[in-house]
C-alpha cells in the first residue's frame, strides 16, 4: 500500500523547505557566520601567542579584539539565532503553516476516506509528528554547513601541518559507530513502542475523558484501563532500558577510541612542538583548531543519526498527506429540478458488507421525504451520499441530471445544510455554535433569537460561552441538540436533511420543534430521518430501508395499506401509547 | 514547588547519590590536568626529557577515566529516566482514576492535567541538571584553586563574573516564570480549533457549513496571541543572555591580559601560561554550562509543581463507612437540594421521595429540569447542598468507590467507548469477566450481534480505535453493549438513565421486554423521554423545573397529573 511507503528524503525535503522558504535560507546564512566565527578565533588565537613571545606589542590589542569578536559572533549564533529566533519564531510560525497544510489537507479528503480506523490514527499521529518536521528540515541545513564548515577549518590546520590530518577521523569513528547502533537498536523497537505510547494514550483518555469520568466512577473501569496501560509501559520500557543497556557496553568498548579522538589533537600538537615542527603559537591555534573540529565532527555524525530517527518520526504526517483526495473539476453545481440516485451501492473502506445496495431514488425539488428503518439499515449513510459526503462505489448520483463525482465539494455543498444525528457540540460561544452554520451571513437579530427559543428563561446569551474545559458552562444533551437544529435552519440553504434531530429533546418540546420544521423547510427539500413515526406524517413520501436497500415507498395511508415493514413499525410503537 | 520537598518526596537516595559523586569525579578531572599539562607543554618546549613521556601517559590515563565516567553517567540517567518517569505517569494516571467526580468536571482538572504531562521530562531535567551542576562546581573549585595559585588575581576575576552571571540567571528565571504556563493555555485553545478543522468528527458539519475560513482565522489569531506571549517569554531570557555573552567576550580578553602579569613577572613558565588559558577557556565553558544547569534546576523545580497541584486534588469519597454486601434496603431522599458550583439557582430544590427494594420505578420530566443531577446524587456522585441521600440508611456519599459497583449499575444516556475488548467491555461490573456463554446468552436477549464477535477472536476482539483489525461498532451496538453490562451486573440496583436514545422502535419494544426479564428481581430506575416506554412502570416519578411533582403509577398519573397527561399525550401525537 502507498501510503506505508517511507517517503524519500528529498521529497520530504521539498515538502517542509516550501513550508518555510525564507526561513531555511535564513538558516543557512547564519551557519556561515558562525563557521567564519571558528576560523577567526583560531586565526586570533595564534596571533595572540606570537605577539606574546615577540614581547607584547600594541598589536596584542588588536588580535585580541578580533578574538573577542569572533566569541561574539559565534554567541549571536547561539543565543541569538538558535535559542531566540528559532525557537520563539521560527518553530512556532512553520508549526502554524504546516498545520494549515493539514487543514487544508483534511478539506480535500473525501468523508467515507476518514472514516476508517487507519485515517483516525493517521490523523492524530499526522498532528503530533509536526514539530519534527522542522528539526528535520533543519538537520539538513546543518549538516550541509558543517560540512562547509570542517572543510574551512580543516583546510587552515592542514597548513600547519599535514600531520593533523591523520588524527582527524579518529575523533568521528566512535561516535559514529554509536549513532549507526543507536540507530540501528531504535529502528528494532520503533513499532512496538510507538505501537504501546498510542495504547497508552487511548488509555489515558479513557480515564480523563468527562463522559468516562462519570461511568468509570460507578464500574471500576479505571482500574482495568490502568492494568492495561501498565503492562503497556511496561513492555514499553523494557524495550527502552535493553536499548540503553546495551548502548553502555558498545560505549565502555569504544572508550579508548573516543579518548584517544579527543586528546589526540593535544597529542600530536605536543609531539610536534616536541619535534620542533610547529612552534609555540601554531601548537596553541592547533590544539584549538582540533578540539573544535572534534566538536564539530562530532555534531555532524550525530546529525546522521538525527537524520534516519527524524526521517521516521516525520513518516506520519506524509502517511497521512498522502491519503487519497477527491478531487473534482466544476465548480458547477445547480439544484432546480430533482436529485436522482441511480443503482447507488455504498461500501464503507476496508469492509466487506455493502452499507447501501442498489438503491434508486428521485428526490423532486420541494419535497419532504421521511426515511424510517431499523438500527443499521443505511439510513445515514444514504443521507451522506445523497448529499454528495459519500461518494458511492457504484451507480451515480446526479443533481439536475449532472453527475456530483465532477463537482467540487466547496460547490455541492453551498446550498446544502443539515442536522447530523452524531452533531458537533462547539466549545465556542452559544451565538458562535448557530452562526457557525453560515459565517458570513452575520445575522445577529435571527442568532439572538433562535437563542431565546432554546433558552426561553434568559439565562444564556449570545456570548455565552460553552464547554467546561475552557471555563464555559455545559448544556443538556438535548439543549445542545436544538442548538445543532437552529444551526442547521440558520443556514439556509435549499435543501436540508434532519437525520434524527430531535432523538435528545423531550415531547413538550419535540412537538414544537416538529412544528417549526414545517414551516422552516416551507419552499425547500427536506429529508427527515427519524423513528417518531408520529413525525413523518408531515412528509409528502415515506422511504423504508432495510439492510441497505429501499424497501418500501409511498405516504403514509399507502404504506398501511401493504401491510409491510412500515405497518408493523407503526404498529409497535401504537401499541406503547395504547390505552 | 520547592526542591527539598521534591526531592524528598520523588527521588531516590540510592540512585541519586552514586550519580552525584561519579558527577563529582568526573569534574575534577580537568583541574587535575592542568599543571600537568603546562609542564608537558614546557618539557616540549625545553627539548624533553623521561618526565614528557610518563606525564604524556598519565594525562591520556586521566582522559580515559573521564570517558568512562562520562559513559557511566549516561547509563544512570538513563534508568533513572526510564523508572522515574514510569512511575510518576502511572500516579498521575491512578490519581487521575480517583479524583472526586465535580472535580473532573472542573477546567482546574483538566488544565492541571495537561500541564503535568511534562513532568517526568522535568524529572530528568532536574537529575540531569543536578548532576551538572556538582560536576561543574567540583571543575570550577578545583580549576580555580589552580588558577589561584599561579595568580590570585585571574582567579578573582572569574569568581566575579561567576558571580554576576549566577545573579542575572536567578532574575532571567523569575522573570520567565508565568509565561510558560500562559503560553499552554493559549496553546489549548489553538488547538482545539486546530481539531475542528481537521478531525474526522467535525468532518461532515465542516463541509456542510464551510466554517474552514473563520475557523481558520481564529485558529491563526490564537495562535499569534499564543506566539506573543511566547515571545515576551523569548525577549526577556535574550536581553539577559545578550549580556552575559558581552560579559564572557569580555572576560576572554581579560583571562590573557591578567595573566600576562605573573607571566613577565616570571611567576609562571609559558607552558602554564598557555595551560591555564585553555583552563580559562574551557571554564568560560564551564560558566555557561553550570548557568544552564541553575535555569534548569530552578525552572524544573517550578514547573513540575503542576504535578503536585495535580496530585493534591480532592479524591473520590473519604474511606469511611463500607457497604461491602450487596443488599438493598430502600433509597431515600430527605429534602434534597442541590446548586450547581458557579450557578445562583439550584437545580434540585427539597427533593423527597423513597424507593423501595425490588420495585421499578421511572422518572419523567423535560430535559433540563434535573434528571441526570437527581441519578449523580442517587450514586453519590454528587453531595447534596443540603439534605441527604440515604442507601441503607447511610448517605450515600460516603459510599466506598469500590462498593459503589456492587450497589448500583448505571446505563448512562452518553457513554464512553473504552478502548477494551467486547468481554471487558462487558464484564466491567464483574469481579471475574463472562465466559462466552454468559455473552452468548446475554447478547440473544438484547438482539446484539456484533460482527466483530465473529471473528476467529470472538469476544475477544479488541475496540481500541488504532487498530487496523478493530471491530468499529455502531453507535446503537455500543449502547447495546453498555446495557449487557448493566444487565451482567449483579448490583441490586439498576438505573437506566435514557437507554434508548440511539435505539429504533423495533429495538427498543424488543430491549424493554428483555429488561423486564432481565432486571425482575431487581430495584429500577428508568429515566426516559418516551413515556410510552415507561408506563409500564409500578411508579413514575415526575419531576419538572427541579421539585418532584408527582409519584405514583401511570393510570393515576393520566387522572391526577396534568402535567404528565400532556406529556403523555403529546407523545403520543408524535408516535401515532
Redesign the interface.
Known amino acids: 500500500m502507498m501510503s506505508h511507503e517511507q517517503l524519500s528524503a528529498r521529497k520530504a525535503l521539498l515538502y517542509i523547505f516550501r513550508a518555510a522558504p525564507r526561513s531555511y535560507v535564513f538558516m543557512a546564512l547564519m551557519g556561515l557566520l558562525n563557521g567564519a566565527s571558528a576560523i577567526m578565533s583560531v586565526w586570533a588565537t595564534q596571533r595572540?601567542?606570537s605577539h606574546?613571545?615577540a614581547g607584547?606589542g600594541a598589536e596584542l590589542f588588536s588580535s585580541?579584539?578580533v578574538?573577542?569578536a569572533a566569541?561574539?559572533l559565534s554567541?549571536?549564533y547561539s543565543?541569538?539565532y538558535m535559542?531566540?529566533h528559532v525557537?520563539?519564531?521560527a518553530i512556532?510560525?512553520f508549526e502554524?503553516n504546516i498545520?494549515?497544510m493539514?487543514?487544508a489537507k483534511?478539506?480535500r479528503i473525501s468523508?467515507e476516506d476518514?472514516?476508517t480506523?487507519?485515517?483516525?490514527?493517521f490523523?492524530r499521529q499526522a498532528?503530533s509528528s509536526r514539530q519534527n518536521l522542522f528539526r528535520y528540515g533543519q538537520i539538513y541545513v546543518e549538516a550541509v554547513m558543517t560540512l562547509l564548515q570542517t572543510a574551512m577549518v580543516t583546510a587552515y590546520i592542514s597548513s600547519f601541518n599535514i600531520v593533523f590530518l591523520l588524527f582527524l577521523p579518529l575523533s568521528a569513528i566512535p561516535t559514529l559507530l554509536e549513532m549507526l547502533y543507536d540507530a540501528r537498536l531504535w529502528k528494532r523497537g520503533y513499532e512496538t513502542v510507538t505501537?504501546c505510547q498510542?495504547?497508552e494514550t487511548?488509555?489515558?483518555?479513557?480515564?480523563?475523558?468527562?463522559?468516562?469520568?462519570?461511568?468509570?466512577?460507578?464500574?471500576?473501569?479505571?482500574?482495568?484501563?490502568?492494568k492495561?496501560?501498565?503492562n503497556s509501559?511496561?513492555k514499553r520500557?523494557a524495550i527502552?532500558?535493553s536499548k540503553?543497556?546495551k548502548?553502555?557496553i558498545l560505549?565502555?568498548s569504544l572508550?579508548?577510541l573516543?579518548?584517544a579522538g579527543?586528546?589526540g589533537g593535544?597529542?600530536v600538537s605536543?609531539?610536534l612542538?616536541?619535534l620542533d615542527h610547529i612552534d609555540?603559537p601554531t601548537?596553541?591555534a592547533g590544539?584549538m583548531a582540533y578540539s573544535s573540529l572534534t566538536a564539530i565532527l562530532k555534531g555532524l555524525t550525530g546529525t546522521v543519526g538525527n537524520e534516519i530517527q527524524f526521517r521516521r518520526m516525520i513518516q506520519p504526517y506524509f502517511r497521512y498527506w498522502n491519503l487519497p483526495e477527491r478531487g473534482g473539476e466544476s465548480d458547477q453545481c445547480t439544484f432546480e429540478k430533482s436529485v436522482t440516485l441511480s443503482d447507488v451501492s455504498f461500501t464503507y473502506p476496508?469492509q466487506t458488507?455493502k452499507a447501501l445496495d442498489g438503491i434508486n431514488l428521485t428526490i423532486h425539488k420541494g419535497e419532504t421525504i421521511a426515511i424510517v428503518?431499523?438500527?443499521?439499515a443505511g439510513k445515514s449513510t444514504l443521507v451522506?451520499v445523497i448529499?454528495g459526503?459519500y461518494r458511492p462505489s457504484s451507480g451515480s448520483v446526479c443533481y439536475d441530471g449532472a453527475d456530483i463525482s465532477k463537482v467540487k465539494?466547496?460547490a455541492l455543498?453551498?446550498r446544502?445544510?443539515?442536522v447530523?444525528?452524531?452533531?458537533?457540540r462547539?466549545?465556542i460561544t452559544v451565538g458562535d455554535n448557530i452562526a457557525?452554520?453560515?459565517?458570513s451571513k452575520q445575522d445577529g437579530k435571527e442568532i439572538n433569537q433562535r437563542i431565546a427559543g432554546i433558552f426561553p428563561n434568559g439565562e444564556v446569551g449570545q456570548n455565552t460561552l460553552l464547554g467546561?474545559?475552557?471555563?464555559g458552562r455545559?448544556l443538556?444533551?438535548?439543549?445542545w441538540q436544538q442548538l445543532s437544529c437552529a444551526?442547521g435552519f440558520y443556514?439556509d440553504g435549499d435543501f436540508i436533511v434532519l437525520d434524527e434531530p430531535t432523538?435528545?429533546?423531550?415531547?413538550?418540546?419535540?412537538?414544537a420543534i416538529?412544528g417549526s420544521f414545517q414551516k422552516e423547510l416551507q419552499g425547500k427539500t427536506g429529508i427527515i430521518v427519524t423513528?417518531?413515526?408520529?413525525?413523518v406524517k408531515l412528509a409528502d413520501r415515506i422511504i423504508v430501508c432495510q439492510q441497505g436497500r429501499i424497501v418500501e415507498n409511498g405516504t403514509h395511508q399507502e404504506l398501511l395499506a401493504e401491510n409491510g415493514i412500515y405497518a408493523?413499525?407503526?404498529k409497535?410503537?401504537?401499541?406503547?401509547?395504547s390505552d | 514547588m520547592e526542591l527539598r520537598t521534591y526531592l524528598s518526596r520523588y527521588i531516590s537516595w540510592k540512585e541519586y547519590v552514586p550519580y552525584l559523586l561519579i558527577a563529582a569525579v568526573t569534574g575534577s578531572i580537568p583541574a587535575v590536568t592542568i599543571n600537568l599539562r603546562g609542564d608537558l607543554i614546557d618539557g616540549a618546549a625545553g627539548g624533553g626529557n623521561q618526565g614528557f613521556f610518563i606525564g604524556l601517559a598519565v594525562f591520556m590515563a586521566l582522559s580515559l577515566l573521564q570517558t568512562v565516567c562520562g559513559a557511566v553517567m549516561n547509563r544512570t540517567l538513563e534508568r533513572h529516566r526510564i523508572r522515574q518517569s514510569a512511575r510518576l505517569d502511572a500516579a498521575r494516571l491512578e490519581k487521575a482514576s480517583k479524583i472526586a467526580f465535580p472535580v473532573t468536571e472542573t477546567e482546574r482538572f483538566h488544565s492541571l492535567w495537561q500541564s503535568s504531562a511534562d513532568a517526568p521530562e522535568l524529572d530528568a531535567q532536574i537529575f540531569a541538571a543536578s548532576g551538572d551542576i556538582v560536576n561543574l562546581f567540583v571543575k570550577l573549585a578545583l580549576s580555580l584553586f589552580a588558577l589561584w595559585s599561579m595568580d590570585a588575581w585571574t582567579a578573582i576575576g572569574i569568581i566575579f563574573l561567576l558571580t554576576i552571571g549566577i545573579l542575572l540567571n536567578r532574575t532571567l528565571a523569575r522573570k520567565t516564570d508565568g509565561f510558560w504556563v500562559k503560553y499552554r493555555e493559549n496553546m489549548r485553545r489553538t488547538n482545539y480549533f486546530s481539531s475542528l478543522l481537521m478531525q474526522r468528527e467535525y468532518a461532515a458539519e465542516r463541509k456542510i457549513f464551510s466554517f474552514d475560513d473563520e475557523i481558520d482565522r481564529r485558529y491563526r489569531a490564537s495562535f499569534s496571541n499564543a506566539k506573543q506571549e511566547n515571545a515576551k517569554l523569548g525577549r526577556g531570557r535574550f536581553q539577559i543572555e545578550a549580556v552575559m555573552q558581552l560579559l564572557f567576550a569580555f572576560y576572554g580578553v581579560m583571562i590573557v591580559l591578567l595573566l600576562l602579569r605573573p607571566l613577565m613577572s616570571g611567576t609562571i613558565t609559558i607552558g602554564l601560561f598557555t595551560s591555564a588559558f585553555y583552563a580559562a577557556v574551557g571554564l568560560e565553558q564551564s560558566c555557561k554550562q553550570m548557568y544552564a544547569a541553575v535555569y534548569d534546576l530552578i525552572g524544573s523545580v517550578h514547573r513540575i509543581g503542576g504535578l503536585s497541584s495535580f496530585l493534591n486534588l480532592e479524591e473520590d469519597t473519604p474511606a469511611k463507612g463500607s457497604f461491602a454486601d450487596e443488599t438493598n434496603e430502600g433509597i431515600e431522599f430527605c429534602d434534597v437540594t442541590f446548586t450547581y458550583p458557579g450557578m445562583n439557582k439550584p437545580v434540585l430544590e427539597h427533593i423527597s421521595f423513597r424507593l423501595e427494594p425490588g420495585r421499578h420505578y421511572a422518572l419523567v420530566g423535560e430535559n433540563g429540569c434535573g434528571k441526570s443531577t437527581l441519578v449523580k446524587l442517587l450514586v453519590g456522585l454528587y453531595q447534596p447542598d443540603s439534605g441527604e441521600v440515604l442507601v441503607n440508611g447511610k448517605p450515600v456519599h460516603l459510599l466506598l468507590p469500590a462498593d459503589r459497583r456492587r450497589l448500583f449499575s448505571v446505563v448512562f444516556q452518553d457513554f464512553y467507548q473504552y478502548p477494551l475488548t467486547i468481554r471487558e467491555n462487558v464484564s466491567l461490573c464483574m469481579d471475574v469477566p463472562a465466559d462466552d456463554k454468559m455473552l452468548d446468552s446475554v447478547f440473544d436477549r438484547l438482539d446484539f450481534h456484533p460482527m466483530a464477535a465473529s471473528r476467529e477472536v470472538g469476544y475477544d476482539s479488541d475496540l481500541m480505535p488504532l487498530y487496523k483489525t478493530s471491530a468499529g461498532l455502531s453507535g446503537g451496538e455500543w449502547q447495546k453493549m453498555t446495557v449487557a453490562r448493566c444487565v451482567l451486573s449483579t448490583a441490586p440496583i439498576a438505573i437506566l438513565d435514557e437507554p434508548n436514545a440511539a435505539l429504533d422502535p423495533i429495538a427498543e419494544a424488543k430491549v424493554y421486554e428483555a429488561y423486564r426479564g432481565l432486571l425482575a428481581q431487581r430495584m429500577t430506575l428508568f429515566i426516559s423521554h418516551r413515556l410510552g416506554s415507561v408506563r409500564m412502570a409500578d411508579e413514575i416519578l415526575v419531576l419538572k423545573d427541579g421539585a418532584l411533582i408527582a409519584k405514583a403509577p401511570h393510570e393515576k398519573l393520566m387522572v391526577e397529573c396534568d402535567y404528565y397527561a400532556e406529556l403523555f399525550n403529546t407523545q403520543k401525537g408524535m408516535y401515532v
Open positions: 595572540i601567542f606574546i613571545q607584547y585580541l579584539a578574538y573577542a566569541f561574539i554567541a549571536g543565543v541569538w535559542r531566540y525557537q520563539f519564531f512556532i510560525d502554524s498545520r494549515r493539514l487543514h483534511s478539506r468523508n476518514l472514516e480506523p487507519n485515517a483516525y490514527a490523523i498532528d505501537q498510542r495504547e487511548e488509555y489515558e483518555k479513557a480515564v480523563i475523558d468527562e463522559v468516562a469520568c462519570k461511568e468509570s466512577r460507578i464500574t471500576g473501569a479505571n482500574a482495568l484501563l490502568f492495561k496501560w501498565k509501559r511496561m520500557d527502552e532500558n540503553s543497556k548502548m553502555l560505549k565502555l572508550c579508548i573516543e579518548c579527543n586528546i593535544f597529542a605536543i609531539f612542538f616536541f609555540l601548537f596553541t590544539v476496508n458488507g428503518g431499523e438500527n443499521g451522506n448529499l459526503l465539494e466547496a455543498h453551498l446544502q445544510s443539515a447530523s444525528q452524531s452533531f458537533c462547539y466549545k457557525i452554520g453560515n459565517f467546561k474545559e475552557f471555563g455545559e443538556s444533551g438535548g439543549q444551526r443556514k432523538s435528545a429533546i423531550d415531547p413538550l418540546r419535540e412537538k416538529y423513528h417518531r413515526l408520529g413525525a408493523s413499525l407503526w409497535t410503537q401504537a401499541a406503547a401509547f
